[in-house]
């Protein structure tokens, strides 16, 4: 046990949530070096690579299977792993991250596509061990709410560093990844060790949220039968969220050169502050909301206003009320407040509401697993259905359509488990809006 281990068993909570919280944030961010800095770069024209599929689609569509794969493996990964493993485990899903970017400079165009598929593998289980620290705790939206805004800001930040690296230190496409993932490399360690020395969850944090443990394939099976017809519209949702907001950050390049903003590398991270700022002040103020039934009602709603709002983002840019730049900020701060509760707190709170002894991240990972098939037909859809359609027009039809598919599912969920967990509570609807 060492000093900071000892140190944050007895430091004030104030100081608890923004060391971990920050010290979690920072650690998410650092993996976005090792898989989004290849998406801020084009890959026009690439020699050797004679498909019909774009290079940069086929790119994407292989980190994705790899990323989709290691969440299945997740479920029972991340569910059954021990707080003694999780450091060895994440030091060296990093090294074989990079060591995959390396390659991928080195290699031939058909086999790059191999690397991203390796890439991604060891990537997806990075929010599960990140997630393990915090959950279970009567703090956790609050550090739920810090570690998300990575989902926001990771991304944007390594775009601006990828572009950077090509546009000013003339770094080349292909090797931009690499270089991006060596130049985060001593700080992902750091945090990972900083991270480490979280402390378990006290007396406290037990009685009010479950204890969590792990769970082996029986109690992970009986889990889902419990409230199999709500998770699975969840998940449904999330697949539509995850399918949706990957397609918008990945071709975030595109996106703001057809709006006009082609020139200004740094508006990934910029346009990322407002929205990262409305998610964090909205996952902050659930952490009052102590009724765990309550908050779970809550949070479905907070989703459907993100859909909403997302939808009409759209209409009004289509209508010229709002610009290129304000549409981009209202489509993506909805689509982040129904996005982040995924993430973290809505399942940190159905666990707690179940009365059951679970982990979040089975329910996390379950639902990322199924995610990331939705970002497979997508960029599918996109490339042999409608090709010629521009990437403004397929994101204006796509925030309408899943707009209100995702309202009505979480409709659905939000009755079916109010009825759901009526025996844990005299009046669950009432809970909902005291």
Request: glycine share 8%; proline share 4%.
């Amino acid at each position: 046990m060492t000093a900071l281990h000892r140190y944050l068993q007895r430091c004030t909570t104030p100081v608890f949530i923004l060391f971990t919280g920050g010290v979690a944030m920072m650690t998410y961010i650092s993996m976005y070096a090792y898989r989004k800095p290849f998406t801020a770069a084009t890959f026009d024209h690439v020699n050797g690579w004679d498909w019909s599929l774009d290079f940069k689609t086929a790119l994407l569509i292989a980190q994705v299977l790899g990323y989709a794969l290691s969440k299945f493996i997740g479920i029972k990964i991340i569910s059954e792993i021990t707080a003694g493993k999780r450091f060895a485990w994440f030091i060296g899903l990093v090294l074989w991250a990079q060591l995959m970017l390396v390659l991928f400079a080195l290699l031939p165009p058909e086999l790059k596509i191999i690397a991203l598929f390796a890439n991604g593998l060891p990537l997806g289980l990075v929010w599960g061990l990140v997630f393990s620290y915090l959950e279970g705790r009567r703090v956790t939206e609050a550090l739920g709410a810090i570690l998300c805004t990575s989902l926001i800001f990771g991304s944007g930040i390594v775009k601006t560093v990828g572009r950077w690296l090509i546009v000013d230190a003339g770094v080349p496409e292909f090797w931009m990844p690499a270089v991006c993932g060596a130049l985060f490399l001593p700080l992902v360690i750091l945090c990972i060790w900083l991270l480490a020395q979280t402390p378990p969850p006290t007396p406290d944090d037990i009685a009010q949220r479950r204890e969590r443990r792990p769970m082996d394939r029986a109690q992970r099976q009986a889990f889902y039968q419990q409230f199999g017809w709500g998770l699975t519209a969840l998940i449904f949702t999330y697949m539509l969220l995850t399918a949706f907001r990957d397609f918008t950050d990945n071709f975030a390049a595109e996106l703001w050169i057809e709006l006009g903003y082609g020139n200004a590398p740094e508006i990934f991270a910029t346009t990322s502050i407002p929205i990262a700022l409305l998610v964090l002040a909205i996952m902050w103020l659930s952490m009052w909301v102590t009724n765990n039934l309550r908050a779970l009602c809550l949070l479905h709603w907070v989703i459907i206003a993100g859909f909403a709002l997302s939808a009409t983002a759209t209409a009004l840019f289509q209508f010229d009320i709002i610009n290129g730049l304000w549409w981009m900020l209202l489509l993506n701060a909805g689509l982040y407040m129904s996005y982040i509760p995924f993430n973290c707190i809505l399942f940190d709170r159905l666990v707690a509401v179940s009365g059951s002894a679970a982990n979040a991240g089975f329910l996390i990972y379950v639902a990322d697993a199924f995610g990331y098939i939705g970002t497979i037909v997508i960029l599918l859809f996109k490339n042999f259905i409608q090709p010629q359609l521009q990437w403004i027009d397929f994101v204006v039809t796509g925030s309408y359509s899943f707009g209100v598919l995702g309202m009505l599912l979480m409709a659905l969920s939000l009755v079916y488990f109010t009825r759901r967990l009526r025996a844990r509570s005299l009046s669950p609807l009432k809970a909902c809006y005291e």
